[in-house]
């Protein structure tokens, strides 16, 4: 039973680019979390997604971030028009349900130059 | 607004003894507590949890405790091993409807000396 994979670990993008973070869950797990952690700092909650559904958004920026988790295939976090401060590790975790711990993939470390 | 808070940012402790990592919370909703284990480079991984109906959760080598009165939680490690040098983080979910998303302390490195 593979853990949860993140594509790619590191991604390097240009200030004004997009980029595209994909989290596939642990089998068996309908709910996905995103989760920044910026330098020197803990991980700060983005959003809460289960199939199709975005169940709590109230970590995402307002503007030029959104998420997805198609019925098909991984979840995607997508960042516009990329800027300095959008580099961070961004962690995906999955859980079978409530009241479950989270299991976390092994991140995408997102440098904006 | 830290509603989770690891005061600590780092503690050193001597192999073979007891290491005690401290957190605290200040949202009376939280009713499921975890702490997570990071590698630099890696994903956190997670150690052990404890429901609000507890008080004391114990897995081998690693014991939570928690007092809700004081909404404290701590963890504690015993014997500490060079291998568990890391940082550690308490991680809080419960209130806010049915999201259940996980509040992180800011996290304690654990150094752990030969």
């Known amino acids: 039973n593979a853990g949860v994979m993140q594509n790619p670990r590191h991604l390097v993008r240009r200030r004004g680019q997009e980029a595209r973070l994909r989290c596939s869950p642990m089998k068996g797990h309908s709910h996905v979390y995103w989760y920044r952690q910026l330098p020197e700092e803990g991980l700060k909650f983005m959003v809460y997604?289960?199939?199709?559904?975005?169940?709590?958004e109230s970590g995402m920026p307002k503007e030029r971030f959104s998420a997805e988790f198609p019925k098909e295939g991984p979840s995607i976090l997508r960042i516009q028009q990329v800027v300095r401060g959008d580099s961070a590790a961004y962690f995906c975790?999955?859980?079978?349900?409530?009241?479950?711990?989270?299991?976390f993939g092994q991140g995408t470390r997102l440098t904006v130059v | 607004d830290q509603q989770v808070k690891q005061n600590s940012p780092s503690l050193s402790v001597q192999e073979g003894r007891i290491s005690i990592l401290n957190c605290d919370y200040t949202n009376s909703m939280f009713d499921y507590f975890l702490w997570y284990k990071k590698y630099p480079a890696e994903g956190p991984t997670f150690l052990i949890s404890?429901?609000?109906?507890?008080d004391k959760n114990e897995d081998g080598r690693f014991t939570v405790f928690l007092n809700k009165s004081a909404k404290h939680l701590s963890l504690h490690i015993v014997p500490s091993q060079p291998g568990d040098s890391a940082v550690y983080f308490c991680a809080a979910s419960g209130g806010s409807g049915s999201a259940r998303q996980l509040t992180f302390g800011s996290g304690t490195q654990l150094t752990v000396l030969p």
């Open positions: 997604l289960q199939k199709e559904n975005i169940i709590d």
């Open positions: 975790a999955s859980s079978p349900g409530q009241g479950y711990g989270a299991f």
């Open positions: 404890i429901s609000s109906i507890k």
